[in-house]
């Protein structure tokens, strides 16, 4: 079967880093994406690793590791409207084009 | 330019009716998605057309789902004889494929509610 597990809860405080993990089996194995998603609204997507190693976009970072089957988000200098669920989410087959998500991590930032 | 769109953004149907729901991608992504999402939990993936290519229906629940595009462009997610637990968010993506198939764009989704 194809899945992903990420934490289910994560927080912080403003201002600190926060790392949310994300490990993954899936076949046929292209690439790891990161979607950020406030309540009542829809996945923006944040990044993505094609390639082992670290992708950085302004203050979220995004690292992935095939050998290990293992990727990671990394948000710095927190801010409140960062509080949300962040998904991880394999491509897989053919182009990369069958998306399989993970359940999602919700991240609590705190004054 | 225009994003995503779905409708309707709710609808409330009672159990064992069909109901359609539609997307339009943004103008030029070849690649168009299918997701359900119930209450706090992530993303089920359910279809994915790219292109002319056949379609990916490897993740409907039941063949009471169905899903067609047409002309390559707006594309209609179709559920007959509804259940209460069809009831969730399904979230309409579109990507420009090739190698930006990875960077999904999302419409604002339509809430199902089978009573």
């Known amino acids: 079967g194809q899945s992903l597990e990420q934490p289910s809860e994560v927080t912080a405080v403003e201002g600190a880093i926060v790392q949310i993990n994300c490990t993954y089996q899936t076949s046929g194995f292209y690439g790891l994406s990161w979607y950020q998603q406030h309540d009542g609204g829809a996945p923006t997507f944040l990044s993505y690793n094609g390639l082992d190693g670290l992708e950085e976009t302004g203050r979220f970072s995004s690292f992935l590791s095939r050998s290990d089957s293992y990727g990671y988000l990394l948000l710095q200098e927190l801010q409140m409207k960062d509080s949300a669920s962040y998904f991880c989410?394999?491509?897989?087959?053919?182009?990369?084009?069958?998306?399989?998500f993970g359940a999602g991590t919700r991240l609590f930032v705190k004054a | 330019g225009a994003g995503v769109s779905q409708s309707p953004s709710n609808k409330v149907t009672e159990k064992g009716k069909d109901v359609e729901l539609r997307c339009d991608p943004i103008?030029?992504?070849?690649?168009l998605y299918w997701y359900r999402q119930s209450l706090g939990q992530g993303l089920e993936f359910l279809i994915y057309?790219?292109?002319?290519?056949?379609?990916?229906k490897s993740g409907l629940p039941s063949d009471r789902f169905s899903a067609e595009r047409t002309g390559g462009s707006v594309s209609t997610l179709t559920i007959q004889r509804t259940q209460q637990e069809d009831s969730a968010v399904y979230l309409c993506?579109?990507?420009?494929?090739?190698?930006?198939?990875?960077?999904?764009?999302f419409g604002p989704g339509t809430r199902l509610t089978v009573t």
């Open positions: 993506a579109s990507s420009l494929g090739g190698t930006q198939t990875y960077e999904q764009y």
């Open positions: 057309f790219q292109g002319n290519s056949a379609p990916d």
């Open positions: 989410a394999a491509g897989s087959g053919t182009g990369g084009f069958k998306t399989i």
């Open positions: 103008s030029g992504h070849t690649a």
